[in-house]
């Protein structure tokens, strides 16, 4: 199956998008259904730190670690799943709009199923396709409000 890309525009120069949408810490604030996010200690993010998401997926909550495989500031950002049955991939890119004063955000999934896993990725998709919208337009809606919640 083809990932699943999502492409939203939106009113803040690309060092600030990049910086709010590719902090797993902040993830909880735009990601609908993520519960909690813990993020490997002892380091700032960056190439090869993992962290630990706990999403509500249906009516359970599911924990997955990821491992952060790229970030290229303000541009480009990937992490992928490294445990369980469903392991997410994730890639991000921010580009820049009207000389830097807007950013246009591309994000791409796609999901690698192991085990019992494997017959439940069209189910996984279809909730990641469906909430995935709801979360992109909070994300807009956060950064053009600005406010201590987006610039801490």
């Known amino acids: 199956m083809p990932p699943i890309v999502s492409t939203i525009e939106i009113g803040r120069p690309p060092a600030e998008v990049f910086s709010y949408v590719t902090d797993p810490s902040r993830f909880a ?4 259904d993520v519960v909690a996010v813990r993020i490997e200690e002892g380091r700032p993010p ?3 730190t993992r962290f630990t998401t706990t999403r ?6 599911r924990t997955m670690t990821q491992e952060i495989t790229e970030i290229t500031a303000p541009t480009s950002w990937a992490a992928r799943g490294v445990d369980g049955p469903i392991r ?8 820049p709009l009207d000389g830097g004063t807007r950013s246009r955000v591309r994000i791409t999934l796609d999901f690698e199923g192991h085990g019992i896993g494997v017959p439940l990725l069209p189910l996984i998709r279809r909730q990641a396709e469906k909430g995935g919208s709801a ?9 053009e409000s600005g406010g201590d919640r987006v610039t801490r």
């Open 56 to 61: 509500r997926i249906g009516h359970t909550e």
């Open 46 to 48: 960056g190439v090869g």
């Open 88 to 95: 997410p991939h994730a890639n991000v890119t921010v580009e």
């Open 29 to 32: 604030e735009w990601q609908h």
């Open 135 to 143: 979360s992109y337009r909070n994300l807009k809606r956060l950064l």
